[in-house]
């Protein structure tokens, strides 16, 4: 038994990002988490920068799962954040094989084949298309500072603002085919106090994943506001997937 302990192979992590966001979010958690770490980019970042319009749900799956499948750790927890949600759970199915764990942070986490706009009320639903259309997927400077940034520094706000990247308009629209209820251990971590995507909408993803819910007090990034809790609530959610084998 205890050279079978000792024998088994870590499980990692694996960081998928909000909409408009890169790697970098993440450093401050995935840095001292005592596991390794991926974090992973989407298309139109670094020196990938190439125009994303035109790019489908899929595309982007397949820009993420080519990252993680040149990663040499077997197993893994997909951790994701607000948009990532969505593609986190076609990451799971896709790579089920290695998936051992799916945790959500503020994540948007749509019924079984739906899409990131259809987890929401009837009349957002119908307006974020329409809007996203008109004026494009980035926001507003005061909307991003508003929503994303409520409890962040000026500094912090700043560098979000400066960094955030316009999204195509189907990775919002396109339809999951993935079911949102996993074979695998699930936590949803609901941010208390996000301006971005309300705690009582948070409750509806939650439960949708069928996940276990823990709550943290932060604003919709935790990741810059309240790394040190998250990256516990992380390593403990690692802990038990580990121990459940």
Request: one cysteine or more; glycine letters at 10%; a neutral charge.
């Given at each position: 038994?205890?050279?079978?302990?000792?024998?088994?192979?870590?499980?990692?992590?694996?960081?998928?990002?909000?909409?408009?966001?890169?790697?970098?979010?993440?450093?401050?958690?995935?840095?001292?988490?005592?596991?390794?770490?991926?974090?992973?980019?989407y298309p139109g970042r670094g020196t990938n920068n190439g125009g994303t319009s035109k790019l489908?749900?899929?595309?982007?799956?397949?820009?993420?799962?080519?990252?993680?499948?040149?990663?040499?750790?077997?197993?893994?927890?997909?951790?994701?954040?607000?948009?990532?949600?969505?593609?986190?759970?076609?990451?799971?199915?896709?790579?089920?094989?290695?998936?051992?764990?799916?945790?959500?942070?503020?994540?948007?986490?749509?019924?079984?084949?739906?899409?990131?706009?259809?987890?929401?009320?009837?009349?957002?639903?119908?307006?974020?298309?329409?809007?996203?259309?008109?004026?494009?997927?980035?926001?507003?400077?005061?909307?991003?500072?508003?929503?994303?940034?409520?409890?962040?520094?000026?500094?912090?706000?700043?560098?979000?603002?400066?960094?955030?990247?316009?999204?195509?308009?189907?990775?919002?629209?396109?339809?999951?085919?993935?079911?949102?209820?996993?074979?695998?251990?699930?936590?949803?971590?609901?941010?208390?106090?996000?301006?971005?995507?309300?705690?009582?909408?948070?409750?509806?993803?939650?439960?949708?994943?069928?996940?276990?819910?823990?709550?943290?007090?932060?604003?919709?990034?935790?990741?810059l506001s309240h790394p040190d809790e998250l990256r516990q609530l992380l390593q403990k959610f690692?802990?038990?997937?580990?121990?459940?084998?």
């Amino acid at each position: 038994m205890e050279k079978a302990l000792k024998d088994r192979k870590p499980i990692g992590y694996v960081f998928i990002p909000g909409a408009g966001l890169d790697a970098q979010i993440w450093d401050r958690v995935a840095g001292e988490l005592p596991a390794p770490c991926l974090t992973v980019d989407y298309p139109g970042r670094g020196t990938n920068n190439g125009g994303t319009s035109k790019l489908s749900l899929k595309d982007y799956c397949a820009h993420v799962k080519e990252q993680i499948s040149s990663w040499d750790v077997e197993k893994f927890i997909l951790v994701t954040h607000s948009l990532g949600g969505v593609l986190g759970l076609s990451i799971a199915a896709e790579m089920a094989d290695r998936v051992a764990g799916f945790a959500a942070i503020g994540a948007v986490i749509p019924a079984s084949g739906g899409s990131f706009t259809s987890a929401f009320p009837s009349g957002q639903r119908l307006l974020l298309p329409l809007m996203m259309r008109l004026f494009g997927t980035k926001p507003p400077e005061q909307a991003i500072r508003r929503g994303l940034c409520s409890d962040l520094t000026e500094e912090q706000a700043d560098e979000i603002v400066r960094r955030f990247t316009p999204e195509s308009i189907r990775v919002y629209t396109d339809r999951v085919e993935a079911a949102s209820r996993l074979q695998v251990p699930s936590l949803y971590i609901k941010l208390g106090q996000d301006q971005e995507l309300k705690p009582g909408l948070q409750d509806k993803m939650a439960e949708n994943l069928g996940a276990r819910v823990e709550r943290l007090e932060s604003g919709h990034l935790p990741m810059l506001s309240h790394p040190d809790e998250l990256r516990q609530l992380l390593q403990k959610f690692g802990t038990s997937v580990s121990a459940a084998g």
